[in-house]
């Protein structure tokens, strides 16, 4: 039997230790994150359109105003009146009832309205809707360009983190060179030192980039109303400048067809003229057409009609036609301040939009390799003791300088692009 006990128990633990094996390596083996979700420009817009819930609501007041014309094109109700008259509650006789003399009739009646009333409401509430529809666009033209802010932004948090990191990894070969330099005795602890001392602006260059990078993330979300995480959230697009630009009266050609809120103000001059003819027409008479029916007890049944025209001798509607054709003069002063705002907004753009180009131009051309040579010539010149440390800093430091503002000033154009695009009420330089 002592031997039998032995014999399961090793048994069971080397079942034990078989399925140990089995499932160490199941839970050793570390989760794979999902790679961020890049989205372009025309992803991020069909997103802000389908879910911003400023958007979402601008279209249901849309709804609420297409509801308006439906109320402003139905017909006066016709009214039924009912009417039971000559009950004698204490007859004289017994021959008589109460009812005997009792006189039952029904009238219906029908306010006629003139002067085109209906036609005019409907087209007043028609008008109102044509504006609601414009404002709705010029509400999103004001959120695409936030986005396309946030849009940009982001893609300059992404390159100013790419370059962080590139000018990190170039500057701890810089070290590893200088350390075996100094294991050498070829320089001096103390320049070591300085060197060493000088990769904490990296860290920090890469760090204050990271963190941009995730605030400008959390603004995109924030307009496009999605809760994905920070880390599977990415954008992808150019970055870069286009030197090509048109004149600037094609601009404002372009905004005058397409900008959307003097579109709206053009339109408010037309409903109120519009208001100003149904107030006109309100102040017409109105009759009321009725129809009556009975019977008059011994007489047989009867039928009658009646025609009541109110007299408009105090009331009619002055107030409102003088309001409505003072509003028809305020709607036109609107529109003339709306256009005025048309040509400032393009052509503040413009000017915004064409100072970076004459910025970038020589960037491109001639700064950027000019900071590259300066700062690999002065390394190899510390490198072989041509140049002091100092020199190396210094053209280090001009080197990052002349990066960074280069892609700040990318960044800067494509904002002013997008200010240029909403000036215009249209994308016109992508």
Do not use: C
């Amino acid at each position: 039997m002592l031997r039998t006990f032995w014999w399961f128990l090793l048994l069971g633990s080397g079942v034990a230790g078989l399925a140990a094996a089995q499932a160490a390596p199941q839970t050793a083996q570390p989760t794979k994150q999902a790679p961020p979700q890049a989205w372009s420009w025309e992803q991020v817009k069909d997103r802000l359109e389908l879910n911003n819930p400023t958007l979402l609501a601008g279209k249901l007041n849309i709804n609420e105003l297409q509801a308006q014309e439906i109320t402003a094109h139905l017909r006066p109700n016709p009214q039924l009146t009912l009417l039971g008259d000559q009950i004698d509650p204490f007859p004289g006789g017994p021959a008589h009832g109460p009812f005997a003399y009792f006189l039952p009739s029904a009238t219906v009646s029908y306010l006629h309205e003139r002067a085109h009333k209906r036609e005019l409401r409907t087209e007043s509430a028609k008008k109102g809707t044509a504006i609601g529809i414009s404002q709705q666009d010029d509400l999103e033209r004001g959120l695409l360009f936030n986005l396309r802010s946030a849009f940009v932004q982001t893609l300059q948090a992404k390159a100013v983190l790419q370059f962080s990191k590139d000018n990190l990894d170039y500057y701890d070969h810089v070290l590893k060179i200088s350390r075996d330099r100094y294991e050498a005795g070829d320089i001096a602890q103390i320049d070591l030192d300085r060197l060493e001392l000088q990769r904490v602006q990296y860290e920090s260059d890469v760090q204050t980039a990271e963190v941009n990078l995730r605030t400008e993330k959390i603004q995109m979300l924030m307009l496009l109303n999605d809760r994905t995480p920070i880390e599977q959230f990415d954008v992808v697009g150019v970055f870069d400048f286009n030197e090509q630009i048109e004149a600037p009266d094609a601009y404002r050609q372009m905004a005058l067809d397409h900008r959307p809120d003097l579109k709206a103000a053009v339109q408010a001059v037309d409903k109120a003229q519009t208001d100003y003819k149904l107030a006109e027409a309100n102040g017409s008479t109105d009759p009321t057409i009725s129809f009556d029916v009975g019977r008059n007890a011994p007489i047989d049944a009867y039928f009658g009609v009646d025609v009541t025209i109110p007299l408009r001798i105090f009331d009619r509607n002055q107030g409102e036609k003088l309001r409505t054709k003072i509003d028809i003069t305020r709607n036109e002063r609107l529109r003339d301040a709306a256009e005025a705002l048309v040509f400032s907004d393009v052509d503040s753009a413009y000017a915004t939009l064409n100072s970076h180009l004459i910025l970038l131009r020589p960037y491109k051309q001639k700064y950027l390799a000019q900071a590259v040579r300066v700062r690999d010539t002065i390394l190899f010149s510390y490198q072989h003791g041509g140049a002091s440390l100092l020199d190396f800093l210094n053209a280090e430091s001009d080197y990052r300088s002349v990066e960074l503002n280069y892609v700040n000033l990318v960044g800067s154009y494509l904002t002013a692009a997008a200010q240029l695009n909403q000036a215009v009420g249209r994308e016109v330089i992508q």
